[in-house]
C-alpha cells in the first residue's frame, strides 16, 4: 500500500463518499490510487479548482457532513483558496487535500512551487499540515477530518507529489510517532445554572421580546418555536438562517438586515429585550439602537460570544440544549398585544411583496420571477442563491416551509457559487429537487462552465431535477445600485453594462434543457415546465435592471438622492427612477387597491 492508497483508504473510513477535484500531476499518485481503488470515494471533476471548493461547501452546508476537496500544487492550490475562505467565514467543515512539488526540489524555486503551508496559514488557521514522512498518516489526516467538524472550519494536508508515492508504514509504538484513531463524538456543552437564571430574568422582565437566530439554531427549531410561543415573541432569521424555521409561522419576520424584511426591521426597532440564537449576524445597525434594550446571547463558540452587539448577558452552549434548560425558567406571557403586532406586520409584508411583485417592468419584474416560484415550491425543495441582486429576492420572496433548505455565501459573499453550491446539494441529497437562482454577472463568472460539470453528473441523481434561474438584466446589478445609493453615482456602463449571453441554448448544447423568457405571463408557465423537466434546466428570464433591491427600512429622503444620482447620468434614468417609486410606494397601498387616500396620501 503506498501513502496515495492509506489517504483514499482513510477518507472511506470516515465516511467520505465524494471528493470534489481537478486533476494534476501534483496529485498523480493520489489520481493512481484512485484507479486502484475503482473511484472510491468518488472523484467529483468540476471545470475549476475554485468549484471544487464550492462543490465541497454547498455538500457539506446541505448534508451536515464534512466536505473534501482536492487539487493539484502550485495554481491547483491558490484556485481553491476562494471556496475555501468560503467554508471559514460561513463556519462550515471542509478538508482540502492538495498536491506539492517533491521534496527533493523544494527551495529551488522549482516549477508551480509554492510554499503552501504559508499561503494556507490563515484560510486553515486551525489546522493546516505537510505530510513528509508516511508515518504521519493517519495521524495529520485525521486531525484535519476532526478539526473541520469539531471547529466547523477549513482545514489542509497538503502531500508531496513523492510523499504520495512512498510505501505506507504505520506510526511504530515508539518515541516520536503519533498515532491516531478515527472518529469525533459528539459534545452539547451546557451554561452554568447561574447563567440560564440571569438570562431567564432578563426575558421574564421583557415586554417586547425579539429573538434573532441564525444557522447555529438549527438544531434547535423545536425549542426555538415553543421558546417564541411562551415568551409571546416575534422572530427574525439572518441570512444564512434563512431554511432554521419557517416562514408559514406567523411570527416569523423573515430575514433581517440589507437584503432584509420590513417585519425584522421594525421588530428590532420596536422591541424592549432581544435574544439573539447562533447567530454572528455582523450589521449591528439593524439591531436595536445601543442603551435602548436589554440583550441576552446564546452562542457555542466562546470566540464568537459579544462579538456583535453590546449584550448584557453570553451564555455560552448548544441552542437546543440550552433552550431546553431554559424554557422551564420562563413565565409564559399572556398579553399577546406585541405578537399581534409583529404578526399583523409580517401578514402586511407579504402583502406588499406580492404587489411589488405585480408591478409591470421592461420586459419583466425579477420580482415577479421569484414570487411566482414561491407559489410552485416543492416541499423538499433545496434552494441556493447566488451573491447580487438575486439574492434579494431570494431572502424576501421565498418562504421556507416544509423541509425546504436553502443557502448562499452568506460572510465572504462571492460571486460565482451559486450553480456549485446546487451541485454540490445535489450530491449531498440527490432525491430532492435543487433551485437556484443567480445573476447574469455570477453566471458568466462560474455558472456556464459548471453547467458541464452538471451535464456530466445528472445521470446518477436519483431525481434530476436541477433548475437554475438566470436573472439577465445584461447589470451587475446590485453593484450599480450601490454606486447610486452609496456614492451618489451614476452607472459606469465600462464597468456594469454585460453582454447578452443565450444562456438556455447554452444549456441545450450539453444536452440539458432550457427556455428564455421574455414575457411575463410565460413566467409561470415556465417554472412549472423546469420543475417537472427530466433532467437539469436553465430558464433565461430577461429581466429589468431598473427594479431597485430598496432595502425595508429605505426612506423617501434615500429613494431620492438615489434619483438625483441616476439624473445625474443614467441613460435609462427615467424608468429607474420609475421603478424606485413604484417598489417604495407598494408599502403604503392598503391591500383593497392603489387608489386609496393612504396610498395617494403617503405617496
Not at 95 to 111: F, K, N
Not at 130 to 144: C, E, I, K, S
Not at 194 to 200: F, I, P, S, V, Y
Not at 533 to 554: K, L, N, Q
Amino acid at each position: 500500500m503506498k501513502v496515495s492508497d492509506h489517504i483514499l483508504e482513510r477518507l472511506r473510513a470516515w465516511g467520505v463518499e465524494h471528493v470534489f477535484a481537478y486533476p494534476g500531476d501534483g496529485i498523480s499518485g493520489l489520481l493512481a490510487a484512485w484507479g486502484r481503488a475503482g473511484n472510491t470515494p468518488q472523484f467529483i471533476q468540476s471545470r475549476h479548482e475554485e468549484m471544487s471548493a464550492f462543490e465541497a461547501v454547498g455538500y457539506a452546508k446541505y448534508s451536515g457532513r464534512t466536505g473534501v476537496c482536492a487539487a493539484t500544487s502550485g495554481p491547483g492550490a491558490i484556485h481553491l483558496l476562494n471556496g475555501l475562505y468560503d467554508a471559514k467565514l460561513d463556519h462550515v467543515p471542509v478538508v482540502a487535500v492538495v498536491g506539492q512539488t517533491d521534496r527533493s526540489a523544494m527551495g529551488g524555486s522549482y516549477q508551480q512551487e509554492v510554499d503552501l503551508v504559508s499561503l494556507y496559514k490563515d484560510v486553515a488557521s486551525e489546522f493546516c499540515a505537510m505530510v513528509t514522512v508516511p508515518q504521519q498518516l493517519p495521524n495529520v489526516l485525521d486531525r484535519a477530518m476532526r478539526v473541520a467538524a469539531a471547529r466547523h472550519t477549513a482545514t489542509a494536508v497538503i502531500v508531496p507529489a513523492d510523499v504520495q508515492d512512498l510505501e505506507y508504514a504505520a506510526p511504530a509504538h515508539a518515541f516520536r510517532m503519533v498515532p491516531s484513531s478515527l472518529g469525533t463524538g459528539r459534545s452539547a456543552p451546557v451554561p452554568a445554572d447561574e447563567d440560564l437564571a440571569r438570562c431567564a430574568e432578563i426575558l421574564n422582565a421583557g415586554e417586547r421580546v425579539a429573538v434573532l437566530i441564525g444557522q447555529g439554531a438549527r438544531n434547535a427549531r423545536a425549542e426555538v418555536e415553543e421558546l417564541a410561543d411562551v415568551l409571546g415573541a416575534g422572530v427574525a432569521k439572518a441570512l444564512l438562517g434563512k431554511d432554521v424555521l419557517p416562514d408559514t409561522l406567523p411570527y416569523v419576520t423573515g430575514t433581517i438586515g440589507p437584503l432584509g424584511t420590513r417585519p425584522s426591521y421594525e421588530l428590532m426597532r420596536d422591541c424592549d429585550t432581544l435574544l439573539v440564537i447562533g447567530s454572528s449576524f455582523p450589521y449591528s445597525q439593524f439591531l436595536p439602537e445601543y442603551g435602548r434594550v436589554r440583550a441576552v446571547q446564546v452562542e457555542i463558540e466562546p470566540s464568537m460570544a459579544g462579538l456583535r452587539y453590546p449584550f448584557e448577558l453570553n451564555v455560552l452552549g448548544d441552542a437546543a440544549e440550552t433552550l431546553t434548560r431554559l424554557i422551564p425558567l420562563l413565565v409564559r406571557k399572556e398579553d399577546r398585544s406585541w405578537r399581534g403586532a409583529v404578526e399583523r406586520n409580517t401578514h402586511r409584508w407579504w402583502e406588499v411583496m406580492e404587489r411589488r411583485a405585480a408591478v409591470s417592468a421592461d420586459p419583466i419584474n425579477p420580482e415577479l420571477v421569484v414570487h411566482a416560484l414561491d407559489r410552485l415550491l416543492p416541499d423538499d425543495a433545496v434552494l441556493a442563491s447566488d451573491s447580487g441582486s438575486a439574492a434579494n429576492w431570494y431572502a424576501r420572496h421565498l418562504r421556507i416551509r416544509g423541509n425546504m433548505r436553502g443557502s448562499l455565501s452568506g460572510t465572504l459573499a462571492t460571486m460565482g457559487s451559486g450553480v456549485p453550491y446546487a451541485i454540490g446539494a445535489k450530491f449531498a441529497l440527490p432525491h430532492r429537487p435543487a433551485i437556484e437562482l443567480v445573476g447574469d454577472g455570477a453566471m458568466q463568472m462560474n455558472g456556464l462552465s459548471e453547467l458541464i460539470t452538471a451535464a456530466k453528473y445528472w445521470p446518477q441523481w436519483s431525481d434530476p431535477r436541477l433548475v437554475v434561474a438566470v436573472l439577465n438584466n445584461q447589470d451587475l446589478n446590485q453593484v450599480t445600485w450601490e454606486m447610486r445609493a452609496l456614492e451618489g453615482a451614476p452607472q459606469f456602463e465600462e464597468s456594469q453594462r454585460l453582454p447578452d449571453i443565450p444562456y438556455a441554448a447554452f444549456a441545450r448544447e450539453l444536452g440539458l434543457d432550457g427556455a428564455r423568457v421574455t414575457d411575463p405571463g410565460d413566467v409561470e408557465k415556465i417554472w412549472r415546465q423546469a420543475l417537472a423537466s427530466d433532467r437539469p434546466f436553465v430558464i433565461d428570464f430577461r429581466t429589468d435592471p431598473a427594479v431597485p433591491p430598496i432595502p425595508p427600512h429605505a426612506t423617501w429622503d434615500q429613494i431620492r438622492a438615489t434619483a438625483t444620482a441616476v439624473w445625474r447620468g443614467d441613460t435609462d434614468r427615467a424608468s429607474v427612477i420609475r421603478q424606485g417609486v413604484k417598489a417604495k410606494m407598494q408599502e403604503f397601498l392598503p391591500g383593497g387597491g392603489a387608489g386609496a387616500k393612504a396610498g395617494g396620501g403617503k405617496g
